[in-house]
């Protein structure tokens, strides 16, 4: 075996020198470093996105497994289409139809998650210096593909009402007289993570104009969108138009992020693009996966079930937003109707990740509002999720914040 060549770069390793230019951008993701910590038993954790998946019928999800391997295990155990299951994607439509989208099923196409659609959509479309438009905060997630990718994010404003049109056309207008390309619009019009926000429907067809005005696509990821506590959201984006919008949906919160089952919705000619740059990166996603959830569909309540996760996510929203007032009067933040996650901006001046370490020791942690920013933006401001701990634990994480932020006003 040879010797690692000595790196001339500053790092210590040694292969530093030959990582492709785009690795620069690759950046352990403030959420992740942050699960080590939050993860002790005694600490709160406010910060993370987990599903509780405690609630979920185990037995109807073992007798799934069983099932697919006793009738189709030669099957499952096989590589798949690099579109997904035929099955799955059919039943995929009936839980689309649930947010009013019509398609055939030629134009669904099954992913590792929808964290993986983002990829393979920003594979296809950004080149080095292209232009990504996108709320502002953003998900961290995909802010870090897009970076993957030497593409910038531009973030554009928000308010209670989601994506402000005003300002998406102010950004356009912008960024096209500066003579960037812009390829996409990249927007989580439900329960936005991790800004809480729902785009109303008046803005939901005003974006979609702008964009296709400006002959931009637009990336709508909806993995909340059948979390709601009280009214349905506003149709998707995707039932305005079938040319323009490539729609993300997931498993991941209506039944397990563990399966890592996801699908795009997409036109027809960026279908098949999809389905090549998928087959070049998987070959095919996991066949045994996306047969077991087409079987938990087939043989589970799977909408009561959703119902059952509304409930559940329901009580927790609303011990936090309890909590703040109580606590934290003086502050500001948003007023989820569903999905996981409350956005809290702090006084002016007060940095939220340089007071996370007090936070820890305190025992309870967030998530920073710099992590959901490609530009430095969000510095007083935080993700709070209420989907993991008890409403109980929810009461007292933000007991303990309320300490520590205190603590931080009166220095
Ligand atoms: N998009 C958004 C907005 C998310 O919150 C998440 C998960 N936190 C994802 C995409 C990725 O989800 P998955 O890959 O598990 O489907």
Known sequence: MSTPPAGS??????????????????????VRALFAVASR?????????????????????????????????PTALQYGSGQG???????????????????????????TGSQQAIDLVAKLFLDPGDVVLAEAPSYVGAIGVFRSYQARTVHVAMDSDGLIPEALREAIAREKAAGSTIKFLYTVPNFHNPAGVTLSADRRSEILEIARSNGILVIEDDP?????????????????????VVYLGSFSKTLA??????????????????VLAAESAILSPSSFNQMVVNRYLETADWRAQIDVFRGVYRERRDAMLEALT???????????????????????GLDAKQMLPRAVT??????????????????????LSFCYPTPERIELGIRRLTTVINGEAAL
Do not use: C
């Open 362 to 383: 305190e025992l309870v942690a967030y998530t920073p509002g710099t992590a959901f920013y490609a530009d430095g933006g969000g510095r007083n401001e935080m993700r």
């Open 326 to 348: 109580e606590h934290l009067p003086g502050l500001t933040w948003t007023n989820p109707n569903g999905g996981f996650y409350v956005w809290l901006t702090l006084p002016e």
């Open 9 to 30: 770069g500053t790092n210590l390793d040694p292969w530093y020198d030959l990582y492709a230019e785009r690795t620069s951008g690759l950046a352990a993701s403030e």
């Open 224 to 244: 909340y969108g059948l979390l709601y506590f009280d009214a349905p959201p506003p149709p998707p984006i995707r039932t305005l138009d079938d040319e323009g």
């Open 257 to 274: 992020p563990g399966f890592r089952v996801g699908w795009a919705l997409a036109p027809h000619a960026i279908r098949d693009k999809l």
């Open 85 to 111: 299951v035929p099955a799955l994607r059919e039943r995929i439509l009936d839980v689309m139809a649930e947010e009013s989208i019509h398609a055939s099923v030629d134009d669904v196409v099954t992913t």
């Open 41 to 73: 038993p005694e600490v709160v954790s406010l910060a993370g996105g987990m599903p509780f998946v405690s609630a979920l019928p185990e037995d109807l999800i073992r007798a799934a497994f069983s099932d697919v391997m006793s009738s189709q295990g």
